[in-house]
Structure formats: structure tokens, C-alpha cells
Nanobody, 126 residues
Framework: QLQLAESGGGLVQSGGSLRLSCAAS?????????VGWFRQAPGKEREAVSC????????WNANSVKGRFTISRDNAKNTVYLQMNSMEPEDTGVYYC??????????????????WGQGTQVTVSS
């Protein structure tokens, strides 16, 4: 059974960087799982941030993070990363990774994702 665990969250100043990790266990992600990163700010709905296809050939990023965040995956380590640079206070929230049993593409709709991690808190101070 696939399980996901996020790590790497914390407190960072505006303009700083963090790298989140999403480690998978129980299943090899590269076999057939696209992975997405989502975030939920206090008082707001959860939103999609980035996603990456099963083999890592394609990615998608929300307009709000384009040019600042980069999603990548190391299939040998069964791990997906989210490198966050030039962070802004608006990036504050709980960040979740999730897996979609999808071989070809990756999608921003969270309803497609059926396995979720527990989340990691990211706080950006101004």
C-alpha cells in the first residue's frame, strides 16, 4: 500500500528558500504515479501548486509559483521534491504531496489524487 511522507517544512524569511521532500513507501512511484504538491493557507481552500508525471518528463506549475518553484523526482529514491525559491509570505501554508495513479500526464485537480501525505508546515515571514 502506497504511503507518502512530507518533510522539509519550516520557517523562512521572505526571499529565502526551502526544499520539500515527499518520500514514498510501499509502491514504486515511477511505475504509474503522477505526484502533485498542494498547499492550504489559513482560512483558504487547498490549491494545487505543482505536479510531475510518473517518469518525470513533464511538469505543471501554478501561475503563482512559476519561475520560483521547481518540482522534480528521483525515482531511484522514490522521492519527489519541491524546491521553493524567492519565497513570499503568501506561500505560507500546509504543503501536501499526493499521488495519482496516472501514467501519462499530471493534473491540478485534487480529486484525481487518492493517496495523500500528512502535510508539512511552511511559514514565510515578511
Amino acid at each position: 500500500q502506497l504511503q507518502l511522507a512530507e518533510s522539509g517544512g519550516g520557517l523562512v524569511q521572505s526571499g529565502g528558500s526551502l526544499r520539500l521532500s515527499c518520500a514514498a513507501s510501499g509502491v514504486t512511484l515511477a511505475d504509474a504515479y503522477a505526484v502533485g504538491w498542494f498547499r492550504q493557507a489559513p482560512g483558504k481552500e487547498r490549491e494545487a501548486v505543482s505536479c510531475i508525471t510518473a517518469r518525470g518528463g513533464s511538469t505543471w506549475n501554478a501561475n503563482s509559483v512559476k519561475g520560483r518553484f521547481t518540482i522534480s523526482r528521483d525515482n531511484a529514491k522514490n522521492t519527489v521534491y519541491l524546491q521553493m525559491n524567492s519565497m513570499e509570505p503568501e506561500d505560507t501554508g500546509v504543503y501536501y504531496c499526493a499521488a495519482d495513479r496516472e501514467w501519462v500526464g499530471c493534473y491540478e485537480s485534487e480529486s484525481r489524487y487518492d493517496v495523500w501525505g500528512q502535510g508539512t508546515q511552511v511559514t514565510v515571514s515578511s
